[in-house]
């Protein structure tokens, strides 16, 4: 037990020591509905946990390094965005079409925020906080399970490094993942990037490009990228090699892409999955998010910021 303590301790010291010495800020602004983050002063995200309209949380606006938004704005913009989606898809969000037959990817089924685990921490390089949200039945009248989810942001070599980490359980009933496509993390790029409004591209850790190599396909990392205002810029969803099981890619050439380690059926037409946890139990899942850009348009090298991310993964474990 000492042994396992002392070992996670070092690796703390260990993953903040990879943190520069001058790495900006990041610091988190805190109102009713939101909580704004920002690196350097500079906006990174907001992240809204109480929307009228949209019935789970989500981050907006997402920024990479320089500024450029690389996510769609939200609400879309007529005649700038594609519009289509409006509210199922307002920028970074983790959501699911069937958890025992409740749907919170289409609002049929509402995710309520239900406290903060760990209110905002930020520091030179790195911020974190963390949340705690219920899954209320389509009436509205029972919890169907609650999630504890931890959102670390990191400023790394190749962009800023969303780690998230999220964590199911019910005390009153066992619940169950189906499947389907509309499952997991998604992020929905901006109209820029798209492959179909803005010329942009789709890659996977094998090379796959665009949907037509990419969707359906179980990948290391997956991302979503192109040209704004003459600045490369683009998302990359990395599933933790420690979730239950690969990730397949719900990719789409509109400007849309989904980690999804639920649809064994929908993506292979394969043996349907249903992953039940049981009463009192847990199922964590966990995905890194790296946002990027260059004023050259230069290509990050996306295989050495996967190794980036498991190096710091595999110091929080």
Sequence with gaps: ????????????????????????????????????????????????????????????????????????????????????????????????????????????????????????????????????????????????????????????????????????TSSGADFYFGDQEEMGLGVRVATPISVRKGGGKITNAEGGKNERGTWGKQSAWCDYSGTVEGRHAGITLMPHPDNFRRCWFHARDYGFVAANPFGRNAFTRGEKSKIVVKQGESLRLRWGVLLHGDPKRREPDLGAAYRDYLSVVTEKR
Excluded at 71 to 87: E, F, K, L, Y
Excluded at 121 to 133: L, M, P, T
Excluded at 152 to 166: C, E, H, K, N
């Design 1 to 168: 037990m000492f042994v396992c303590f002392f070992a996670y301790v070092g690796a703390l010291l260990a993953a903040t020591s990879l943190i520069a010495a001058d790495a900006p800020t990041i610091t988190f602004t805190k109102s009713a509905d939101q909580l704004a983050v920002s690196v350097g002063g500079k906006p990174l995200a907001t992240y809204v946990f109480r929307d009228a309209k949209i019935s789970r949380p989500y981050f907006a606006h997402l920024k990479a390094p320089g500024g450029t938004q690389v996510s769609r704005n939200h609400p879309p913009v007529q005649g700038q965005d594609a519009t289509d989606h409006g509210n199922y898809h307002p920028g970074l969000w983790l959501a699911f079409g069937d958890i025992s037959g409740h749907d919170y990817w289409r609002l049929k089924a509402k995710v309520v925020h239900d406290g903060f685990a760990e209110e905002p921490k930020g520091a030179a390089g790195r911020g974190s906080f963390a949340v705690r949200n219920k899954y209320l039945s389509t009436d509205g009248k029972k919890t169907v399970c609650t999630e504890t989810c931890r959102f670390t942001f990191l400023v790394r070599p190749a962009g800023y490094l969303i780690l998230w980490d999220s964590t199911f």
